[in-house]
């Protein structure tokens, strides 16, 4: 049985950004984009590595489109039987269309029983994965699939090691989204599982979280990561990649990219205007397909004042252009601007937060929220330092008995 992979569709990403009102429908887009390449292959079955949707609330119409995709796989009769991770049988159904199997992702998970994806679960097609093993059969064919969503990096380690033992049938696969230890190229404050935790003896280790691809075998097992399906962050090495899905045959696997979809460049300049002009034309000179985002990083010496409105215009049609100012010295001035350009006893200070946070769009994280926070009560030493050294261990929501459970 043939099987398209995707990940990361993070649908709903940008809903609500106003530079760029564009940018709106670049996840549904990816989306469908990825699955219109699994029908023109004929693939049998979807494997969703988690993060469908980008929060745990997305709206009616969000969940409406979403579940309009999956009901718009190719007909087909297809024999879905569901195991817990003991090996008990919990159901067994028919699906009218092409399976789609998913697990959720550390964006999307809601805690308790009922969550996005068992509600998804309602389409006769759409089968979620976390804690199960799942046989799909067609015409004497069949793949098992064996789930695991993202866990909260205190509970993941002594979670995964539940899955011990669990035996599939050839072709098997095993999809999970959390992060690995060997697929990280940097350092990084999650918790990395190592490879040696994962169960035994599945033909390919499927994974999500990650938004840049990984195709890499670490302890004889191979991971694949096809990345996100939709550019999320303007990182180096995440948004200069193509979005892919994987096509999957028994142990056969093949990159496809996925057409049409929007593309990242990076630009990096002085912060002479002339400078920037030139080197965003050279790049949007070699490019086709869907306006692209163009990452401007402005390094060396501030002499002037740039204006990302201004290029903002400059190109409008053309490129989304976001500025990035690595100048020295940038960085402490822009925290004290901040502060002190605002009157934070004038409005609530969650109401500026949530402002500013509408503000920066994908530039925000909960280590800028912390720092934003500290720099509110003057204390602007911890808010460099979270800043450059990161906020520590994140506490992530949970208790031991609703993971395990
Ligand atoms: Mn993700």
């Not at 990242?264 to 070699?286: F, H, N, P």
């Amino acid at each position: 049985m043939k099987a398209l992979f995707l990940s990361d569709t993070h649908v709903g990403f940008a809903r609500r950004t106003r530079v760029y009102p564009e940018r709106r429908q670049d996840a549904i887009l990816g989306m469908e984009r990825a699955l219109e390449i699994g029908k023109e292959r004929g693939v049998d079955v979807y494997f969703h590595g988690g993060d469908l949707f980008d929060t745990r609330r997305p709206d009616a119409i969000l969940i409406h489109e979403v579940m309009d995709l999956i009901r718009s796989l190719p007909k087909g009769s297809y024999r879905v039987r569901v195991y817990d991770l003991r090996g008990n049988l919990l159901e067994e159904r028919v699906a009218d269309r092409v399976p789609f199997v998913a697990v959720h992702g550390n964006h999307d998970f809601m805690e308790g029983e009922r969550n996005l994806y068992t509600l998804l679960s309602h389409l006769p097609n759409f089968i979620y994965a976390h804690r199960r093993k799942v046989v799909i059969e067609k015409d004497g064919e069949q793949v098992c699939i064996v789930g695991m969503g993202y866990v909260p990096d205190k509970y993941v380690l002594s979670y995964i090691k539940q899955y011990r033992g669990i035996s599939c049938s050839s072709p098997s696969y095993f999809l999970f989204h959390q992060p690995v230890e060997g697929l990280y190229p940097s350092y990084t404050r999650e918790v990395l599982v190592p490879p040696s935790l994962f169960p035994e003896g599945f033909d390919l280790y499927l994974g999500g979280h990650l938004h840049w691809i990984v195709d890499k075998e670490v302890n004889g097992k191979r991971f694949l990561i096809p990345g996100s399906t939709v550019i999320t962050r303007l990182k180096e090495g995440e948004m200069n990649q193509p979005r892919i899905v994987y096509i999957i045959e028994g142990k056969y696997v093949e990159r496809v990219e996925i057409p049409g979809v929007r593309r990242a460049y990076r630009v990096e300049s002085s912060d002479d205007v002339e400078e920037i002009v030139r080197k965003v034309e050279e790049v949007l000179q070699g490019h086709t397909g869907p306006t692209p985002l163009v990452k401007v990083v402005l390094v060396g010496e501030r002499r002037g004042v740039v204006s990302e409105e201004s290029l903002r215009k400059a190109f409008k049609g053309r490129a989304m252009i976001y500025l990035f100012d690595r100048r020295e010295d940038a960085f402490v001035e822009r925290l004290r601007e901040i502060r002190n350009s605002v009157d934070v006893e004038a409005f609530s200070e969650d109401a500026f937060v949530e402002e500013l946070k509408r503000l920066m769009g994908e530039l925000w994280s909960d280590e800028v929220e912390m720092a934003v926070k500290r720099l509110l009560e003057g204390k602007d030493d911890e808010a460099l330092d979270i800043l450059l050294n990161g906020s520590g261990k994140g506490a992530k929501k949970g208790t031991i008995t609703e993971w395990l459970g």
